[in-house]
């Protein structure tokens, strides 16, 4: 039987994450969660997974927007879990995928988190060893993919109200919230950002990178950027760029590209 894991990343840590998990098991396909992500999900999968970074205490909005609007027929028998990185607080994130499972008639069973590197350059300098604290994530990893294999069962706490407000609040910022990125003198037109968004946010007029109102929050567009050329308000200027050392730019678009053929090959 197979196993397929969904991701949604940024900078590539929650995408290195799923990459480890999935190459410790059998026939594992690994599926971006983007704007275009083929929401069919066939029955028979063995195991089901979501992997991506703690967005105040919960999903990425477009992870629960794929939860919710996900169509299948029979999963009953398919094992789901979720796997979340973070940097601060972790919040009651896999209290609230269990709730957006439970909304679609299904239960999480396996839920763990990752702290790894933080990457939030909009809200913070960056500080900390990066090579110390991406071994540490590879050895928290360790458990987790021993624990997915053997269909580990947890128990999940239910959520409560004050923190599903808070998280909602949240996702309510980002998505109604007006673009504050710009793109300086130093961009060569590389389409980098535009390649690496999940949101199909960017795109290039005259060659100038041109942002719209559906961001993510996802960091990818600065963070890839090879010229620094785009930041955030007055924030971003003078702090360090991260990106996970084994998780480029054309292996996070790559999974954008081949999803977009399989999506042109089903219509």
Same mark, same amino acid.
């Given at each position: 039987?197979?196993?397929?894991?969904?991701?949604?990343?940024?900078?590539?840590?929650?995408?290195?994450?799923?990459?480890?998990?999935?190459?410790?098991?059998?026939?594992?396909?690994?599926?971006?969660?983007?704007?275009?992500?083929?929401?069919?999900?066939?029955?028979?999968?063995?195991?089901?997974?979501?992997?991506?970074?703690?967005?105040?205490?919960?999903?990425?909005?477009?992870?629960?927007?794929?939860?919710?609007?996900?169509?299948?027929?029979?999963?009953?028998?398919?094992?789901?879990?979720?796997?979340?990185?973070?940097?601060?607080?972790?919040?009651?994130?896999?209290?609230?995928?269990?709730?957006?499972?439970?909304?679609?008639?299904?239960?999480?069973?396996?839920?763990?988190?990752?702290?790894?590197?933080?990457?939030?350059?909009?809200?913070?300098?960056?500080?900390?060893?990066?090579?110390?604290?991406?071994?540490?994530?590879?050895?928290?990893?360790?458990?987790?993919?021993?624990?997915?294999?053997?269909?580990?069962?947890?128990?999940?706490?239910?959520?409560?109200?004050?923190?599903?407000?808070?998280?909602?609040?949240?996702?309510?910022?980002?998505?109604?919230?007006?673009?504050?990125?710009?793109?300086?003198?130093?961009?060569?037109?590389?389409?980098? /950002?535009?390649?690496? /968004?999940?949101?199909?946010?960017?795109?290039?007029?005259?060659?100038?990178?041109?942002?719209?109102?559906?961001?993510?929050? /996802?960091?990818?567009?600065?963070?890839?950027?090879?010229?620094?050329?785009?930041?955030?308000?007055?924030?971003?200027?003078?702090?360090?760029?991260?990106?996970?050392?084994?998780?480029?730019?054309?292996?996070?678009?790559?999974?954008?590209?081949?999803?977009?053929?399989?999506?042109?090959?089903?219509?």
């Amino acid at each position: 039987m197979k196993n397929r894991i969904y991701f949604f990343t940024g900078t590539g840590n929650s995408l290195k994450v799923a990459k480890d998990i999935a190459n410790a098991l059998p026939e594992c396909e690994l599926v971006a969660i983007y704007k275009d992500t083929l929401l069919e999900i066939q029955s028979g999968l063995d195991r089901i997974g979501f992997v991506f970074p703690n967005y105040a205490g919960g999903p990425p909005s477009m992870v629960a927007d794929f939860v919710h609007n996900m169509k299948f027929l029979d999963l009953s028998d398919t094992y789901i879990f979720c796997v979340s990185t973070y940097a601060g607080n972790n919040g009651t994130v896999i209290s609230q995928m269990a709730n957006l499972l439970q909304q679609r008639g299904l239960q999480l069973n396996y839920g763990d988190k990752i702290i790894t590197y933080p990457n939030a350059v909009t809200a913070y300098p960056m500080t900390g060893d990066v090579n110390d604290i991406l071994k540490k994530a590879e050895i928290n990893t360790k458990p987790v993919i021993d624990s997915i294999i053997a269909k580990q069962r947890i128990t999940i706490q239910p959520l409560e109200t004050s923190d599903k407000e808070r998280y909602d609040t949240f996702i309510a910022f980002i998505r109604n919230g007006t673009s504050s990125y710009d793109v300086n003198k130093n961009c060569v037109s590389c389409g980098i /950002c535009r390649d690496v /968004c999940p949101a199909k946010n960017i795109t290039l007029e005259d060659g100038i990178p041109v942002f719209h109102n559906q961001c993510e929050s /996802c960091m990818a567009c600065i963070q890839h950027c090879p010229k620094r050329a785009i930041n955030y308000e007055n924030k971003t200027q003078d702090r360090m760029r991260y990106t996970h050392p084994e998780i480029g730019h054309k292996v996070i678009s790559q999974y954008y590209l081949s999803q977009d053929v399989k999506s042109a090959d089903n219509r």
